[in-house]
């Protein structure tokens, strides 16, 4: 095996079959490098931006989520007051409970339905209105619609950006859809 010994010497371009001053590149190159460049960077801030928002709507429809689930949970102490109170209304708890169950596993426009069913029945029964359900089905239900209405801050922002370029290139690559909204009052 023969010991060959390296030099530090720079390889030229005539080594590699090249013409000397060939390896420069044109202005107009540069240029068109340039706006790549930049292009690429608006585009990845673009991304970055969506990324960061879809994960808050994300996180914000989480806790939506389980404060919708504490407003499910206050529902079946009311409904047993309603139905004790002798609503006039027939099957008025049997429709509470089933909207309860919405709340905690339907589509998000089920959700918010089932919430507008709860919150009009807790308006209607005023012979129910000063018992201790009422009170924790209505702090529940306070609760939730500060939490929905932090969702749809986010949720909205996150669409406005999406229907707007450069975001909108990003987003039809990057498969983001718009959130729904949740539809606290009709």
Do not use: W
Request: proline letters at 3%; charged letters at 25%.
């Amino acid at each position: 095996m023969s010991k060959k010994k390296y030099t530090s010497r720079p390889v030229t371009s005539r080594q590699y079959g090249q013409k000397p001053g060939k390896g420069k590149a044109s202005p107009k190159t540069v240029v068109i490098i340039s706006v790549c460049a930049i292009v690429l960077g608006v585009l990845m801030t673009a991304q970055d931006y969506l990324d960061r928002h879809t994960q808050a709507s994300i996180d914000a429809q989480a806790v939506m989520a389980e404060a919708l689930a504490e407003v499910s949970a206050a529902v079946p102490d009311y409904a047993e007051d309603v139905l004790a109170a002798g609503s006039s209304e027939s099957g008025a708890a049997d429709e509470l409970k089933k909207a309860a169950e919405t709340l905690t596993s339907g589509s998000l426009n089920e959700r918010s339905e089932a919430y507008r069913a709860i919150a009009s029945a807790l308006e209607a029964q005023t012979k129910v209105k000063s018992a201790a359900s009422a009170k924790a089905l209505s702090e529940a239900m306070s609760a939730a619609e500060d939490t929905a209405v932090a969702y749809n801050k986010e949720a909205q922002a996150l669409n406005e950006k999406i229907g707007k370029f450069p975001y909108n290139l990003v987003a039809k690559i990057g498969g983001y859809v718009d959130f729904p909204i949740f539809v606290l009052s009709e």
